[in-house]
């Protein structure tokens, strides 16, 4: 944000100390909210640039003032070899977003689908630093700002360490955006996106860890050892089955048993959750999750308090918190949270003296709720429709124990429940 012409020429004359060959310049002139940050003057200095990268309101100011009363001693985009980019992200309502490439000479439409929401806070900035940085590497302008199709075709089949060299600005921001769209940060209309969410999540897979993704709470087992012990099968059996069937993430809430056979237990699951890509929760016990380096906990409002327990795991781990109002929902989501556990939704065995909340309450949490949510108490493969049918975008899934955990075969059951999920996903949608 460079607010005054004068700043502009102290930057200027720093600059010409180096050897520069490309200046990227993104005018940060009008905020979101519609505040001038900088006067339409400053205009008469960016000629210095070699690319000019615009949003929609900005490049009309710019329009006026470059191009269409273009004062004499002014030269013209095409004379002085700028290359413009105006992007059409903040247009509403169209559900492609259309940027316009100008290198002086040829106009060229760059369209790609709209990735709906709101954490879009930071990516003007982030695409220019982009097309800086792929120039540093060598990339043309147009190579900068958009990959060709066809290298994008053959990323396709690259694996996926390598898969980042081949992304010019645009591709990159998708990808963030995307991977950044259930990010909640904040109560302003703008959410901020995360550019290096996808380098993390990188990062800890290849680690053997996971990032949180809402999506992982769509078929949530939570195992108990009573009901796989009569049904005999160990706790690492149950999990294997689970997951095999379509669970998406794994809760190990074994109530009973001894630390040392809880801890052996957690670490084999543990290996087998992250050979399939799936996330292992700890019900209760901090201290078993992170002597097995679980991808996160799961506690109740009469646990260890949610800030207590992200202060010993750290930023990373994934903290569920189990809520039956709304205001215990924003505490948890204050306390630093990742998802919330509503119920119960349904009368359960599972649980003794577990207050019931019905579909109306559930519905009340997840309208309320910053944080995604996932359903708890009595669900089955005959009600788990009607749970996904209260419509809230907040829930993200159904999680469950005696419907697995409490039958013979864990592996049909959790396929059966996961193909009722998908419909009624499919029906909401
Ligand atoms: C996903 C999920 N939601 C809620 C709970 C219940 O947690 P809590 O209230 O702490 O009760 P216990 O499970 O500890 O008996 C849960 N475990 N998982
Ligand atoms: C562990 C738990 N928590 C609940 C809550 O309401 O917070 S209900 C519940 C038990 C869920 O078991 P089932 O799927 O067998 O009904
Ligand atoms: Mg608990």
């Not at 929401?117 to 590497?137: M, Q, V, W």
């Not at 009340?364 to 788990?384: H, Q």
Request: contains cysteine; charged residues 20%.
């Amino acid at each position: 944000m460079l607010p005054s012409v004068g700043i502009v020429k102290v930057l200027r004359q720093s600059l010409a100390e180096f050897p520069i060959r490309g200046l990227v310049v993104d005018p940060v002139m009008v905020s979101t909210s519609g505040d001038v940050l900088a006067g339409p003057s400053i205009l008469t200095v960016f000629r210095y640039a070699r690319f000019f990268c615009s949003n929609v309101p900005r490049q009309l100011m710019f329009n006026a003032q470059l191009f269409k009363n273009p004062p004499p001693e002014r030269m013209s985009v095409a004379s002085q070899n700028i290359n413009v980019l105006v992007k059409g992200g903040d247009l509403p309502d169209s559900s492609d977003a259309i940027d316009i490439f100008f290198d002086g000479d040829t106009i060229l439409e760059l369209r790609s689908s709209r990735i709906k929401t709101r954490n879009t806070h930071g990516t003007g900035c982030t695409l220019a630093s982009c097309i800086a940085a792929e120039l540093a590497k060598g990339s043309s302008m147009l190579q900068a700002v958009k990959v060709h199709a066809s290298k994008r075709l053959a990323a396709n089949a690259m694996p996926r360490s390598q898969k980042q060299n081949t992304e010019a600005a645009k591709c990159f921001i998708e990808s963030a955006l995307d991977f950044s769209r259930d990010i909640v940060i904040g109560n302003g209309p703008q959410g901020p996106f995360d550019p290096l969410l996808r380098l993390k999540r990188n990062a800890r897979n290849s680690s053997g860890t996971h990032g949180f993704d809402p999506s992982d709470l769509f078929l949530y087992a939570v195992t108990d050892s009573r009901m796989n012990k009569r049904w005999g099968r160990s706790i690492t059996e149950a999990v294997k089955a689970a997951i095999e069937g379509g669970a998406t993430i794994i809760q190990l809430r074994e109530k009973n048993i001894e630390t040392l056979n809880f801890l052996e237990a957690a670490k084999s699951c543990l290996e087998i959750c992250r050979s399939h890509g799936v996330p292992l929760l700890i019900n209760d016990r901090i201290d078993v999750a992170l002597a097995c380096d679980a991808d996160g906990v799961h506690v109740g409002q009469s646990d260890m308090p949610a800030h207590v327990v992200r202060s010993l795991l750290g930023p990373e781990k994934i903290i569920g918190v189990s809520c039956k109002t709304p205001e215990q929902a924003e505490q948890a989501w204050i306390d630093g949270a990742n998802y919330l556990g509503c119920g119960g939704v349904f009368p359960t065995n599972t649980k003794a003296n577990n207050l019931t909340i019905g579909l109306d309450g559930l519905k009340a949490v997840c309208l309320a709720s910053k944080l995604p949510v996932v359903a708890i108490g009595g669900i089955d493969a005959t009600n788990a429709g009607s749970v996904l049918e209260i419509n809230a975008p907040k829930l993200k899934g159904v999680a469950v124990v005696s419907t697995l955990f409490d039958r013979e075969c864990v592996l049909t059951e959790t396929r059966n429940l996961h193909s009722v999920l998908m419909e009624a996903t499919s029906r909401v949608r």
